[in-house]
Structures are given as C-alpha cells and as structure tokens.
C-alpha cells in the first residue's frame, strides 16, 4: 500500500517568512494530493489540493508543487502570519472511483512566531 | 456549510469494556470514513463506508468494525477496548473522491 514521509516534523519560523513542508510518497499510481491544516483544538480542513496532471497550484500564499518523477510533493505558505500556527497534513491516494482511501503524513506543527 | 458532528468530545472507558463511538453528517454524503489521530503518525484510516450497510477496512482495522445503517450515521465500535486503542477518533465524510470534511474527533482514555 501507500506510505506517506513528511518533513519536518516541526517548524519554527519568523513572521513574514516563508515555510516548506515536504512529503514523499511509495505508490507511482497515486494520482492526488491534499493538504490539510489543523489548528489547535479544531478539526482537520483541507486548504488546498494537487492532481497529478498539474505541476504547481497556487492560492493566495499558499502553493503546492507536485514532482511526479521523484514522487514527492511541497507545501509552500509565503508571508507566514500568526493565523498559520498549527498541524498541516499532506496526503497521498489513487482515485479509482467515487471514494478515496487517504494515506496521510505524520503532520508538521508549525509555529510562526511574532 | 456542512455538518459533521461525533457523539462525544472525550470519552474514558475502562479495559474490555465495549465502545461505540458515533459520527452523524447532514450533508447526504455517500462516503464516511473513522481515522484515528496520534502523534507523529498522522490520521490512521481504520474503516470507511461507501454506502448503507458497505464497509470496507482500512489500513489499522484490528480490534475495530464498524456500522453503518443510515446514510448519515457511521458507528465505530470497539469490541473489547484496550489501553492501545487510547487514542483522538475523527470521523470524516465526502461526496466526491477528494475534499473530505471531518467532525471535531473523539478523545477516548481506555485505563
């Protein structure tokens, strides 16, 4: 089956820097990548998604950029605030029909620091 | 905005003891699924439901099953709790294959 590596497990960054969380996974058939943002206490969101036919997503500071080749997939939050304290997931799965099976990373706490 | 809520936000069992832990969505979502959360090993998949009466395990089943006889109602039970299965249970649901939208968890204690 699936086996998603995330990394770092944590990360401190200043305010206003840049943070990367980077995933590898196993499985060449996975086709789609989510990430998911857990702040504390609160439930897991998904905050943006990846499919295999697409290289880079972009929205507002956050981006993901997927190398298919290398199997593995970024995270990128420019202009880190305060608000983006907290776990982000990535996750990995092939969509074969109307369910996905999510195998998910071991999580990133990130903390931004004023 | 969709719903999905979990009977219980914490939840102290003793050993052996039968649990039931309990995820409602209003959403009419054909998929639900039961992930347990610990740390530094993510979201775990342990069973997950494509349709009434369909299950089907997922990665970490062991010690588990699971219910599911109305749509909006997934039940995840655990036969003979052990202090191993002291854990964060999140319940999620989706429509489609992608965005899947979770409840609040469950934080069980087995002593």
Not at chain 1, 19 to 37: E, G, H, L, Q, R
Not at chain 2, 76 to 90: F, G, K, P, R, V
Not at chain 2, 93 to 109: N, V
Request: aromatic fraction near 10%; charged fraction near 25%; proline fraction near 4%.
């Amino acid at each position: 089956g699936e086996n998603v590596e995330q990394h770092p497990s944590t990360l401190s960054v200043q305010e206003g820097d840049s943070a990367v969380i980077k995933c590898t996974y196993s499985d060449s058939a996975s086709n789609y990548f989510p990430w998911y943002k857990q702040e504390l206490g609160k439930r897991p969101q998904l905050i943006i998604d990846i499919r295999s036919n697409v290289g880079e997503k972009k929205d507002q500071r956050i981006a993901v950029t997927l190398n298919k080749t290398a199997k593995h997939f970024s995270l990128h939050i420019t202009e880190t605030q305060p608000e983006d304290s907290a776990v982000y997931f990535c996750a990995a799965t092939e969509i074969k029909a109307a369910v996905n099976k999510l195998t998910f990373g071991g999580g990133t706490r990130v903390l931004v620091k004023p | 905005d969709v719903k999905v809520t979990q009977s219980s936000r914490y939840l102290v069992k003793r050993t052996g003891e039968k649990v039931f832990l309990e995820c409602v969505q209003d959403m009419d979502h054909e998929n639900m699924f039961w992930y347990r959360q610990d740390p530094g090993l993510g979201l775990r998949l342990i069973y997950f439901s494509y349709d009434v009466k369909m299950k089907e395990k997922g990665d970490i089943p062991e010690g588990y099953s699971v219910s599911r006889e109305k749509k909006e109602r997934f039940s995840l039970i655990l036969e003979s709790a052990s202090t191993n299965q002291t854990s964060m249970y999140l319940c999620a649901s989706s429509r489609t294959a992608y965005e899947q939208y979770f409840g609040p968890g469950t934080r069980l204690t087995v002593t």
